[in-house]
Structures are given as C-alpha cells and as structure tokens.
C-alpha cells in the first residue's frame, strides 16, 4: 500500500488553494499530484479542520491469538512434513479456529518455521533429472 504523501506537500498545496489565484488544476500539476487528491484535501481541511492524514488503523486483527500460534508452532514440531492444509485441520480441531490457507502460511512465516512446501510436482530445476549413467543412453 502506498504511503501518504507528506504534511509539508499538503501544507504547500493547501497554501497555494487558499490564495485563490491559481485553479485547481493548475494547482495538482504543479505540485505532481492528481486534482482529485487537491479537492479531497480541501474539503477534509474545510470540513474537518484537519491538514495532516489520518493515523493508519493497522489493519485487521489476526484470528491467530497466542495460544492458537503457540498450538501451530507444536504442530510443526510435532510433524514437518506435514501441509499447510493439514495444518489448517489439526489447528482447527484442537483451538476450534478456522482459517484459509495463508494466514496459516503468514503465521508459519511469522513463527520462522519451514513446513514441508508442496505435496508433489516436478523435480528440482536446480539439480540433475536424470541419473548419470542415463544421460548418457538418453543422447543417443
């Protein structure tokens, strides 16, 4: 998510607004900004008497409160290689806390902890898919 633009730009904007001298569109090119950015925070100043941005609320709360993070971590331990589907199973049976496949993934993340990654599929590109002694019959 981007961050917010600074107070001192808004400041400067907010200035260059209120002289009244320049139209609003004048305004938002020369300071590299949208025109709907410069209506919004004009209408915020007139209306809420505030020219800074609002604080970041910090998103949505994690359904995974310590305990259940505590609960996965012993999951983990108690089987590696098992998936996060799995995972998401036995956390559910045992705290009763039903959650999709990436906040189970974020919060192994979180914990530092590498489950197994992925049930089946191609073999490694970084090493050899053949043996030695059948790359050499395979160039025939």
């Not at 090493?127 to 790359?135: C, H, K, M, T, Y």
């Amino acid at each position: 998510m981007p961050q917010p633009y600074s107070a001192d730009l808004r400041a400067r904007v907010l200035v260059a607004g209120a002289r009244g001298d320049l139209p609003q569109v004048e305004i938002a090119r020369r300071f590299q900004v949208c025109p709907a950015t410069v209506s919004n925070w004009r209408r915020q100043e007139r209306e809420e008497g505030r020219r800074a941005p609002k604080p970041h609320s910090g998103g949505v709360p994690s359904r995974l409160d310590a305990p259940a993070l505590e609960v996965l971590r012993q999951l983990v331990i108690e089987d590696n290689d098992a998936l996060l589907r799995e995972y998401r199973e036995r956390l559910a049976e045992r705290t009763g806390v039903t959650v999709c496949l990436a906040v189970i993934c974020e919060a192994l993340k979180r914990l530092k902890l590498r489950p197994k990654k992925r049930p089946f599929g191609r073999p490694s590109r970084s090493g050899p898919r053949l043996r030695p002694s059948a790359r050499l019959t395979a160039g025939r």
